[in-house]
Structure formats: C-alpha cells, structure tokens
C-alpha cells in the first residue's frame, strides 16, 4: 500500500515550469532516489527509476518488473486532477491575485451569466466581475493556471453555464471544469524533462489515486515485464 503524502499547491512555482514544483515530491521520496543506480526497486517506489524521456513525450522507466513507458502529460494531469479534487472538497483552493487584470469582452448574456455564478467561479479559484454591459475582470485565478489562457477557460466555462442554464448541474459541471484545468495546467508534451523531474513524477503517479488512467480513461503508463521484452527479441528459442 503506498502512502499518501500532502502537499500545499500554495507554495508551487507555475505548472509550465515543473523543475521546480516536482522538487517538492523529489525531497518527499529522496531514500527511493539513492537507488536509482541499483536494479532493486523499494516496495515505496513500485514505478521504478526514469531512464530517459522519448521524443519528448514518453517517459523510459525501469522497475523490477522490467521497463515502464509513460505519457507524461496524461500522467500529470491526473495528478494534478486529483489534487484539484481534494482542494475543491475541502473549499481550499489556492488562487493567485493578479498584478494585472484580466479583461475579457463577452456579449451581455455572458456577462449576466458570470454575474449570477460569480459564486460559482469562486468555487474553483476564479474572481470574475462586471465591468460593463459587455466586458468582466478576472482578478484572481488558481495558482497552477496564473500564467494559462484564462480567458478561454471563462469563456468555456461561460459555454457550459448558458448551454445547461440548470443549477442543478453545476455540481457536474464544476468536476468537468477541474478536468479541463487540470488538462491546462498539467506539463505539455515537447517539455524537455530532467531525470530529476521525471522521477519525481513517478513519486507523485505512486501517491496519486487512480493514476493508471488519464482524467478522459486512456492509460498513463504501460508496462513490458523482462518476459515481454524476451519475446520481443526472440530470446530463449
């Protein structure tokens, strides 16, 4: 059973700049880092030791069981999915104020819908208000997001209040939305990452709840045991 460790978001760097913020679980996990050099893998640390990072896409792991590849932006969303979740449960989430705010142009059915869930933005970390008849301001914004395309997150949140109109589901839609913020902030494919950094995503995936799958159901990682890579190489015959 792997532990699960917390973490304030409050004190990450932005999201499209993970050296830092993967730092954090890096020091949470540094007696599985001590063994990267070795073919043991901990039982705390059952994905294994990054080994390099193809096309910029996948991560190369190694585990006891063989070679592990995973999709590094899959994976960080879903990390970054859950936690969402948990801070939103706990009405905690960590917003960051703008030194410079956003104004974003809308027709005035738009504004009037922003206006009426103001609450409701609130809920997930956006500040949004009037300005006039046909333009809001976004004066804060969660933390992961203060430097992502804002405006088309209001604007898409704004698409789903006037299509569904119902109260009701806002619930539902607030979840949808943590998906979509979760998917704006999580690491983009081409991001060059260090063996540092890739590690320390693996030590998040391991504390992550249903880290196997992506927040849209596709897998985060596959594994080829030393059995699969024999086959592959005709080895034995």
């Not at 070795?38 to 705390?44: D, G, H, M, S, V």
């Not at 294994?48 to 996948?58: D, P, S």
């Not at 009037?112 to 004066?139: M, P, W, Y």
Request: some cysteine.
């Amino acid at each position: 059973k792997i532990e699960q460790t917390q973490f304030d978001y409050r004190a990450q760097p932005k999201v499209s700049h993970v050296s830092e913020q993967m730092t954090a679980y890096h020091q949470l996990h540094a007696d599985c880092d001590v063994q990267v050099q070795t073919l043991q893998t901990p039982p705390e640390c059952p994905l294994g030791f990054a080994l390099a990072q193809l096309r910029n896409i996948y991560i190369l792991a190694e585990n006891e069981q063989g070679l592990l590849l995973i999709d590094m932006h899959a994976a960080h969303e879903r990390v970054l999915y859950e936690q969402f979740k948990q801070q939103f449960a706990k009405q905690h989430f960590s917003v960051q104020p703008l030194l410079v705010p956003i104004t974003v142009r809308l027709s005035e059915r738009e504004v009037n819908t922003c206006e009426e869930f103001s609450e409701v933005f609130k809920q997930v970390g956006i500040h949004a208000q009037r300005l006039s008849q046909d333009a809001i301001v976004v004066r804060e914004v969660p933390y992961v997001l203060r430097d992502g395309d804002i405006e088309k997150l209001v604007r898409d949140m704004l698409a789903d209040l006037i299509q569904h109109e119902q109260s009701a589901r806002v619930e539902e839609m607030i979840q949808h939305w943590l998906g979509t913020m979760a998917c704006h902030a999580a690491v983009r494919a081409q991001r060059k990452m260090t063996l540092p950094e890739m590690n320390a995503l693996l030590r998040a995936m391991e504390n992550t709840p249903h880290s196997d799958q992506c927040n849209h159901g596709r897998p985060t990682w596959l594994q080829l045991s030393l059995q699969d890579l024999d086959k592959l190489f005709l080895r034995g015959r």
